[in-house]
């Protein structure tokens, strides 16, 4: 067989091979095979494991087909023995292509439309390429390490994202996206992802999974219309860039004060003017039989799940409020916001304000009268 130029990514070339040794490897080994191309010498075989694309060129047309189809045939779990096999001769090392990882784009003119992208990619950029919404096939690219799709007009994010198990970098800066769905936020990006950027879209809440991401280092949420953050945002402890700057935050979560920053940014929102002494009521007495029992399976730490308890019920127990006596509550509380200077969250502090404020409302929960009034002594004593 004629000598071809092989791109075997994530493959170390070795001086000789034969054509029996490169099939004995495929039986059942076979993902896709790739043939428009095929009388002008040039084919691809897509492999399950390794997750790689093999990509032959400048062969003999008719000896090609004949490799390919004893390529089927390996495939198939025919014994290599009896196949009609020739020598394969290896390319020489300038023929042999290198696994591409970088691709960038930035126009729609040059987005590919009929060639895959390359399985080893490892950082892809498709900006101002005008995406409606996220490429499939981009989806298939499980070494894909970056992925930046700013500057399109994607409106939905596809739950497989949550597929791409080394994503580390995700890059969604001004695209028309609406809301962070819940299945990315229980995905294996939990594990991967550190760097995200919603910046620029219009986005009104993130849901509670949020905080699942517990490797985020990076979160940018600039120019959206986030009418709150997520509940339990402190527990997002390796968290230390935080910009959610031009939003519609009237307050801040009570959970922030868990949060160790080096960088905080929330200029620009209409934060509300804090008033302990005038608080929101939601308290009844005597607790109703349900917040007793959902209050003392959080206090106790009772474990519970959609096996034991309807859906509704668990998605409450997991957003049970915090009172400042460590004392969960469910619907039943009395809340008011205070003060808080954000340098206590973060050691790099941008101005709230045009005034030079560094101060913004969080809210406070409190589980009785008796806990509100030991807040409020302890307020009044320290404005005197």
Not at 156 to 182: A, M, R, T
Not at 331 to 342: D, E, G, P, R, Y
Request: glycine share 2%; with cysteine.
């Amino acid at each position: 067989m004629s000598q071809w130029s092989i791109s075997r990514c994530g493959w170390r070339m070795v001086p000789e091979y034969s054509s029996a040794l490169v099939l004995s490897q495929l039986k059942e080994n076979i993902e896709q095979f790739f043939t428009k191309f095929v009388e002008e010498g040039k084919a691809t075989v897509r492999l399950k494991e390794p997750a790689v694309d093999v990509c032959l060129s400048k062969a003999n047309a008719s000896n090609l087909k004949s490799f390919l189809a004893a390529v089927r045939l390996a495939h198939r779990g025919t014994d290599v023995e009896a196949l009609p096999l020739s020598v394969l001769v290896p390319a020489k090392t300038s023929e042999v292509e290198k696994p591409k990882t970088k691709m960038i784009i930035t126009s729609k003119r040059d987005y590919p439309l009929t060639k895959n992208f390359p399985y080893s990619l490892e950082h892809l950029q498709a900006s101002y390429c005008k995406l409606a919404r996220v490429d499939m096939r981009m989806l298939c690219l499980k070494k894909l390490r970056k992925l930046d799709l700013s500057h399109n007009h994607i409106k939905k994010l596809p739950e497989s994202i949550g597929d791409l198990v080394s994503l580390q970098e995700l890059n969604l800066h001004n695209n028309h996206l609406e809301s962070f769905c819940v299945a990315l936020c229980n995905s294996t990006l939990q594990k991967s992802l550190q760097f995200l950027d919603l910046s620029q879209n219009k986005i009104k809440a993130l849901p509670v999974q949020f905080c699942q991401l517990q490797e985020l280092i990076h979160v940018k949420l600039d120019d959206n219309e986030l009418i709150r953050l997520p509940f339990k945002m402190g527990q997002l402890s390796q968290l230390r860039f935080l910009s959610a700057a031009r939003n519609k935050l009237p307050f801040l979560p009570s959970d922030f004060r868990n949060l160790s920053l080096e960088k905080l940014d929330l200029f620009g929102n209409p934060f509300e003017q804090p008033n302990p002494l005038v608080p929101s009521i939601q308290l009844k007495i005597p607790l109703t039989l349900l917040e007793s029992a959902a209050r003392a399976t959080v206090n106790y730490r009772i474990p519970y799940g959609r096996h034991l308890l309807p859906s509704h019920l668990c998605e409450d127990l997991e957003v049970a409020k915090m009172c400042q006596c460590g004392s969960a509550c469910l619907s039943c509380f009395i809340q008011t916001t205070v003060t808080m200077n954000l340098h206590h969250v973060a050691h790099t502090v941008v101005l709230v304000d045009n005034m030079g404020g560094t101060e913004a409302p969080i809210v406070c929960y409190f589980c009785s009268l008796t806990c509100y009034s030991q807040f409020l002594d302890r307020y009044l004593q320290s404005n005197r």
